[in-house]
Structures are given as C-alpha cells and as structure tokens.
C-alpha cells in the first residue's frame, strides 16, 4: 500500500543542526510515511547520526549521493520518493509538534492538491518572529488567495513546510533548477501551483526557520542580487501574462518594488557614502530595476514609500545615496 507521505531532507555537513531537526520529526504520529535524509556528499559527522536515526526508527533512510547541492539532493529525492504527499524540510529546520499532528491529519483527508503552512523565525539573538500569510482567518482554501501569495509576496518563495502531491509532480516532471543559486524554489513552488485546483493555506507555524548568516541570499554580492532579482522578476512578468484572469500585475510591481528598496536598505547598513553611491548608481541603472521603477503605479504603494520611488525616477544618484543611507542610521538607532 502506497505511503502517505515522503519527507525529503537535503544534507550537507549539518552535524550541528541535525540532531535536533530528526528528533522533532520521530513524534511524527503516523507510521505511513518515509523520512528521505539525502546526504549530498557530507564531510562531517552528518551521515554517522543520520545512521544512528535510522536504526532506531524504520521510518528513516538515508540516501547517499556525490555532492552536487541542494536542488540536486531534492531532485534525488523526488526520485525516491514514494508517497502520496511530499514535503521538503531543511536540516536545519526545527519542526513544531502541533504542526505535525494536523499535517497528519491532512495527509489522511487526501483533500488537496497544495498545503502551505506559516512558520516562526528564529534569528542569531534568540528573538522569534511570526510570518503568517496574507489572508483573512486561520486558512484560506481560495485559488485566488494562494496566487496572490505566490506573485505579490515573499511567503512561497521557500519550498520547505508545504505538502505536494506527488502525482501531480511527476505527470508534469516537475524538479529543482540545478543551475540556479538563488531563487530554484520560488521557480518549483511556482510551476506546481500553476497544476494545482484545491489549495489549502493555514496560518499554523510548521516549523522555526533558523535565519543565520550562512544563508544564500546574504553571502551574495550585488551583482548576485541584481541578477536574482531580474530573473524572478522576468519568471514573474511571463508567468502572469499566462494567468492574466488573476489581475496581479500591479500587485506584482509594487512587491518588486519593494524588493528593489529592501536592496538599497541592505546595502545602506554596511556601506559608507561613497560606497553607497556606487551601489545605489548600478542599482538604478540595472536594466530589470528600471523597468520595475518606471512601471509601479506611484497610487499602488503606501504613502510613506512615495518619496523613495520619487527619489528613484529621479536618477540623482548622490541624493538616493544620502537619503538610503540617512534612512540606515535612523533605523539602526531605533533597533537599539
């Protein structure tokens, strides 16, 4: 009889995290599932407890593979893969126990074709933060909430904490990027959607997203981000004009607009005025940023984000750089 579900697991000499992250996932209420811990290739003592898992509980396995990163271990698994849902998790990820009990119980109802859970994030300082979705209520089952989710906000830009069903991703061979750095989930949580008719988004955190400074996005230059940034943002822009009944274009810029200022502010925080300016200088005459700048409509975005996109269509290079750099200070002073 076919398993409910596969949890697949990329590894990659995660010994200080993975501990932790598999003995949440042994309360796991339900023998019909298979836990996929995909060792991409680690050098530490990653694979070692992943074993001593696995004796102890027949619901884990390994699988081993050469490493080739993290797209190329959840493709592995999706191979793999046997069950009638599938979830992906980081090893670092520390899963709630609440959250799996329902997980459980959604699993058994085989009702949907897409389950996005909220989640909790838990930075350096000990400090956690909610992130829960955009929508009226504890869940939404609306196809229309899920795809303005999907294209005006950051919350299904991860592929981890979210049940697909596996059928729907192999009639339609949908894997992971493997030639991506940045950005391979929001493009496999896209394609999946766009094959989906019943989702089901619960604001009920799944799991603590440990956000350190390993992470992808922040080891990045900003060359890097640009190039990110233009490459969603085009995905975006072809994508909807195939899903033109959902009238999320405007939507959609004010949220690439947004992105374009979080760069600015990111930038601003380590950069002194010179720096800045030259920051700022290839920022706006990226060709992808000036699009985004010249397309958002000024009525779409709250008032206080107005004199930024003002200060942007003006092109004076050395005013943007004092204005996000002043806007740091000021920031950084009310963290404290």
Not at 5 to 21: F, G, K, R
Not at 77 to 105: I, Q, T
Not at 165 to 181: A, C, D, S, V
Request: some cysteine.
């Amino acid at each position: 009889m076919q398993l409910d579900l596969s949890v697949i697991i990329p590894i990659y000499n995660a010994e200080v995290y993975i501990v932790e992250c598999l003995s949440a996932l042994m309360r796991y209420p339900d023998a019909s599932v298979e836990f996929l811990l995909v060792n991409d290739g680690s050098t530490d003592e990653s694979l070692a407890i992943c074993m001593d898992v696995v004796k102890r509980d027949e619901r884990f396995r390994v699988v081993n593979k050469e490493n080739g990163g993290v797209s190329s271990a959840r493709n592995r698994g999706l191979v793999e893969a046997s069950g009638r849902y599938v979830m992906f998790l980081d090893a670092d990820d520390l899963v709630l126990h609440e959250a799996l009990e329902d997980m459980a119980l959604v699993v058994k109802s085989k009702s949907y074709d897409y389950v996005a859970y909220s989640y909790k994030t838990l930075f350096q300082s000990g400090k956690i933060d909610d992130e829960p979705f955009d929508i009226r209520g504890e869940y939404s089952e609306d196809m229309n909430d899920a795809m303005r989710i999907m294209w005006t906000t950051p919350s299904f830009n991860t592929c981890w904490g979210k049940l697909y069903k596996n059928q729907i991703i192999k009639e339609h061979n949908l894997t992971f990027r493997t030639g991506m750095k940045i950005g391979e989930d929001l493009v496999f949580v896209a394609e999946y959607l766009k094959c989906c008719n019943k989702p089901l988004i619960k604001n009920l955190p799944f799991l603590l997203y440990r956000q350190h400074d390993a992470s992808a996005m922040k080891k990045e230059s900003l060359d890097g981000r640009l190039n990110y940034l233009g490459i969603l943002y085009e995905f975006s822009k072809a994508s909807l004009e195939q899903l033109d009944n959902y009238n999320l274009d405007e939507q959609m810029h004010v949220y690439y607009f947004r992105m374009v200022t979080d760069l600015l502010n990111s930038f601003a925080r380590v950069s002194n005025l010179i720096q800045m300016s030259k920051v700022t200088k290839q920022v706006i005459h990226e060709g992808s940023v000036s699009e985004i700048i010249s397309d958002v409509v000024m009525n779409s975005i709250p008032l206080y984000k107005r004199q930024e996109l003002i200060l942007l269509r003006s092109k004076i290079i050395f005013l943007n750089a004092v204005y996000f750099s002043l806007k740091a200070k000021v920031d950084s002073y009310r963290r404290r």
